[in-house]
Every structure is written in C-alpha cells, then in structure tokens.
C-alpha cells in the first residue's frame, strides 16, 4: 500500500496525539475534512488505525514505513 503526502501527515499527526476526532485531525494538519476521511477511511481499511467513539488511533505495530516500500510490495490493489 502506498501512503500519499495526505496519508503520511495523517499518520504523522497520530503519532504525535495518540488519539483525535476528524475535526481535531482537520485543524492539526490543515487537509480540508473530506480529505482528512479520505485518508482515515483508507487507513482502517488496511488496518493501520482503529476509531472508538469516532477518536481515531494508529495501530503502531502495523504502520508501513512511507519510504522505499514501494518497490518492494506486491500489487494488492487494483
């Protein structure tokens, strides 16, 4: 899976937080909102992030390194 600029500052913002709202997330990065969900949707699709009570929290264990993977991964999307 490959993470755009949107992606990372999402992932970026988390792991400094640990824990926020879309909104809080929205005014963090400076993404516009439907961006901001965008990315989180794609996220917890592939399970680098979990939300309860609509707080959004990386699942560290999971987070891809942004740099250099992309050669190296098999195509999953399509």
């Given at each position: 899976?490959?993470?755009n600029k949107n992606d990372e500052k999402?992932?970026?913002?988390l792991k400094?937080?640990?824990e926020l709202t879309l909104a809080e997330l929205t005014e963090k990065t400076g993404i516009p909102s439907k961006k901001?969900?965008?990315?989180l949707k794609k996220l917890f699709e592939h399970e680098?992030?979990?939300s309860q009570a609509r707080k959004y929290r990386l699942l560290t264990d999971k987070?891809?390194?942004?740099?250099?993977?992309?050669?190296?991964?098999?195509?999953e999307e399509e």
């Amino acid at each position: 899976m490959k993470l755009n600029k949107n992606d990372e500052k999402v992932v970026a913002t988390l792991k400094e937080a640990k824990e926020l709202t879309l909104a809080e997330l929205t005014e963090k990065t400076g993404i516009p909102s439907k961006k901001v969900f965008k990315s989180l949707k794609k996220l917890f699709e592939h399970e680098l992030i979990d939300s309860q009570a609509r707080k959004y929290r990386l699942l560290t264990d999971k987070i891809p390194s942004t740099k250099g993977t992309e050669e190296n991964e098999s195509p999953e999307e399509e």
